[in-house]
């Protein structure tokens, strides 16, 4: 038998743990970020005048920003998206703050003292989004929320935390 056998194993289960988490974390972070996006250029378009054509620039001006910033991802019709599941999903926004992740703009702006990874946890079971984006995407082109909500329960993948 080797003598790091027993170390071979913590590690192993160590980076396997942190290969899964990185995967529902990342998710997390990009469902909550599309979410406040949205929420942002609704705030912005309510100050407006003329909330047609203001809300169209808004979104222009956002994707031509944000795309010379970012690249690919920021085009006028996924902001548009952005916009439209804030508005779907705004009901929401009391659970998002009380889970963990609603923590990571606050977390952001003050600095983490402490780092450790582990010391970001969220709260799977309450956080108010378990899908992927890509499925709430799906789920917005149904207009009624009750067949939405049908939709979501049954039909979608069953999201298994892996922290």
Not at 32 to 49: F, H
């Amino acid at each position: 038998m080797n003598e790091f056998t027993e170390l071979f194993k913590k590690s192993k289960a160590l980076i396997d743990n942190a290969r899964s988490s990185m995967g529902v974390v990342v998710n997390a972070v990009t469902v909550y970020t599309s979410y406040l996006l949205g929420k942002y250029m609704i705030e912005e378009e309510q100050q407006g005048s003329e909330r047609a054509q203001y809300g169209a620039r808004v979104l222009d001006s956002l994707s031509v920003y944000l795309t010379s910033k970012y690249g690919r991802g920021f085009s006028r019709s996924n902001l548009a998206g952005m916009r439209k599941f804030y508005l779907t999903y705004k009901d929401r926004e009391s659970q998002i703050v009380q889970s963990g992740i609603g923590q990571l703009g606050t977390m952001q702006e003050n600095g983490i003292v402490q780092s450790p990874i582990g010391q970001l946890t969220v709260d799977h079971q309450n956080f108010p989004f378990k899908l992927s984006w890509t499925h709430y995407q799906v789920l917005m082109t149904i207009e009624d929320p009750a067949e939405r909500s049908f939709v979501r329960i049954t039909r979608s993948p069953v999201f298994h935390p892996a922290l």
